[in-house]
C-alpha cells in the first residue's frame, strides 16, 4: 500500500512546512518540501490541502477500564476513541480488576489488546506495597514503567510505607524503569474530608473537592516522591499536576505531566458542569491553571496527556464523597489543545513536542512520535473548521457522555492513520483495524 498525502502543513520537530508525506506499507518513505513534487504510482491520495500533518498523538494516561469494568469502556470502544481523536498510540494504567500487578495479569491485558486494540498500545505494572520482586520478571521492552498510586485507595495498589516506598523506587532505578506517581496525601485528604463531612453531612458538594484533595496533599506526595526518586536515582514522572507550587520541584531528572482537564476548566466550572470534571488529582484555582500553562511554554512541563477515565454518568451523581472520580478525555484532547494554541496559550508546534515528541524521547518508544523518513506512519491530519458543539450522539466512549459537551471546539481530526493503515476518514472508521504492541528501548531514547 502506497499513500501520498500532499499540500498539507507539516508540523514536526519544531517546524511548520507546506509539503507532502508518502507511505509505504507502515512506514513513511518519503516527506517533501512544497518545491518538491512526489512522483510514481499511489494505491491513495489524500488531499491535505489547508490541513496540518501531524505526528499521531502517544497518550501516555488512559484508563480503558478491561478487565473487570467493562460496563464503562472497553479496549475496543475506547481504542476507538482514540482514533477519532488523532491519538494512535496509548499507555494504559494498572488499576482494572485485576489489577495489572502480576505478569500473568500484564500478559492477559497484552493478549486483550492484540485482539481488540485499533491503536497501538502498552500498559504499565502497577507497584503495590510488596510486589517489588515482581518487577525483575518484566521485559523492560514492553513495559514503559511503573505506576506508582502514592495517594489512592484503589484495592491495595496505595503503596504508603516508607520501606516499600523506598523497595520501589530502588528496584525500578537499578531495572532502568521510570516511575510514574499519583502523587496525594491519603492522610491528609482523610483528614479533610472528615473535616467537610462534619460540616456538610456524608457527601460534600462537588465544590469542596479541590479542598479536600488539597493543594497541600499533592504538594506533601510530589515532595516526597521527589526525594524518594534522588535519593534512588530513578526517573521520576510525576502524573497530572494540578498546582504552581509542584512545578518548582521538577527539574534535574524529575519530569512532569499536565493533563487536559486540569489545563481547560478551574474549580469555578464545578458550578456548570458539577462532578463531570471531578477527578483526582482535583481541578483548582485559575492561577493553578495558568501557571499549569505557563510551564508547558517554559519546557517545565514534559508531556501533556489526558487521564482518560470513563464512568457511567449515574456512577458520577452525588457530591466529594459518593461521585466517581474520572472523565473520558481521548477523543477531544487533539482538538481542545490546538484551540489552546489558538488563544495563544502555546504554539502548534509546541502541542505537538507535548503530545507526540516528548512521550516517544521520555519513554524511549523508537520509530514513532515523528514525522520522519523510516518511521512508523502513525499520522494525524486537523483541521480548522467552523466552530461546533461537542454533543453527545459524536461520543466514542462507551460511557456515552463527555464534559466538553456543549462547549464550542475549532478543530477536527479529519484523518488518522496508524501503522500506515487508514483507520479514520472524514469520519468513516474502519472497525478491521488492529494496533501493535508499543517496544521500548533501555533509556531515552534519541529522536530529532
Keep these: 500500500m502506497r499513500i501520498l498525502i500532499e499540500n498539507g502543513r507539516i508540523v514536526n520537530a519544531g517546524r511548520t512546512f507546506e509539503g507532502s508525506v508518502v507511505v509505504e506499507n507502515d512506514r513513511i518513505s518519503e516527506i ?15 488531499d491535505a490541502t489547508g490541513a496540518f500533518v501531524l505526528p ?7 484508563h480503558f477500564r478491561e478487565p473487570g469494568l467493562t460496563e464503562k469502556a472497553d479496549i475496543e470502544s475506547e481504542s476507538r476513541a482514540a482514533a477519532y481523536g488523532g491519538v494512535t498510540s496509548y499507555f494504559e494504567m494498572p488499576n482494572t480488576l485485576p489489577q495489572t500487578t502480576t505478569l500473568e495479569a500484564l500478559d492477559g491485558k497484552l493478549r486483550l489488546a492484540k485482539e481488540k486494540s485499533h491503536v497501538n ?52 532505578a537499578g531495572l532502568g524503569f521510570p516511575v510514574v506517581a499519583h502523587c496525594e496525601d491519603s492522610t491528609l485528604i482523610e483528614r479533610n474530608m472528615a473535616v467537610f463531612k462534619s460540616i456538610y453531612g456524608d457527601d460534600p458538594d462537588v465544590r469542596f473537592h479541590p479542598l479536600i484533595r488539597s493543594e497541600e496533599a499533592c504538594l506533601k506526595s510530589s515532595s516526597l516522591a521527589v526525594a524518594l526518586a534522588r535519593k534512588s536515582g530513578a526517573r521520576l514522572h510525576i502524573a497530572h499536576l494540578s498546582t504552581a507550587r ?40 485559575a492561577d493553578d491553571r495558568a501557571a499549569l ?41 487533539l482538538p481542545a489543545m490546538l484551540g489552546l494554541a489558538d488563544e495563544g496559550v502555546l504554539s502548534v508546534e509546541r502541542v505537538v513536542e507535548l503530545m507526540c515528541h516528548n512521550p516517544a524521547r521520555l519513554f524511549g518508544i523508537g520509530e514513532r512520535g515523528f514525522l520522519e523518513r523510516g518511521f512508523k506512519a502513525d499520522i494525524a491530519i486537523v483541521r480548522r473548521v467552523e466552530p461546533y458543539a461537542v454533543t453527545r450522539d459524536i461520543v466514542q466512549s462507551k460511557c456515552g457522555w463527555s ?29 478491521t483495524s488492529k494496533g ?11 529522536h530529532p
Design 121 to 172: 498500545y502498552a500498559f504499565f505494572f502497577g507497584a503495590t506495597n510488596d510486589n517489588s520482586g515482581e518487577f525483575r520478571r518484566l521485559d523492560r521492552r514492553r513495559v514503559p514503567g511503573i505506576k506508582l498510586f502514592m495517594g489512592s485507595s484503589t484495592g491495595n495498589m496505595l503503596v504508603d510505607g516508607e520501606k516499600s516506598l523506598e523497595k520501589v523506587f530502588e528496584t525500578a
Design 293 to 333: 500553562r505557563r510551564a508547558l511554554v517554559d519546557g517545565r512541563i514534559s508531556t501533556v496527556a489526558t487521564d482518560h477515565a470513563p464512568h457511567l454518568l449515574s456512577q458520577k451523581e452525588g457530591g466529594c464523597a459518593r461521585a466517581a472520580s474520572g472523565m473520558p478525555m481521548v477523543q477531544f484532547s
Design 56 to 62: 499521531g498523538v502517544i497518550d501516555t494516561h488512559v
Design 32 to 46: 517533501f518540501e512544497h518545491t518538491t513534487q512526489p512522483r510514481g504510482h499511489f494505491d491513495r491520495i489524500v
Design 246 to 285: 509542584e512545578l518548582d520541584l521538577l527539574g534535574d531528572g524529575v519530569t512532569g505531566e499536565a493533563c487536559v482537564a486540569h489545563l481547560l476548566f478551574t474549580q469555578d466550572d464545578f458550578s456548570s458542569k458539577g462532578t463531570r470534571i471531578k477527578c483526582n488529582p482535583a481541578i483548582k484555582t
Design 436 to 446: 501493535e504492541a508499543l517496544v521500548f528501548t533501555s533509556s531515552k531514547t534519541q
Design 403 to 431: 464534559p466538553l459537551e456543549g462547549d464550542m471546539l475549532r478543530w477536527r481530526v479529519e484523518t488518522t492513520i496508524c501503522n500506515g493503515r487508514i483507520i479514520l476518514d472524514s469520519g468513516e472508521f474502519d472497525p
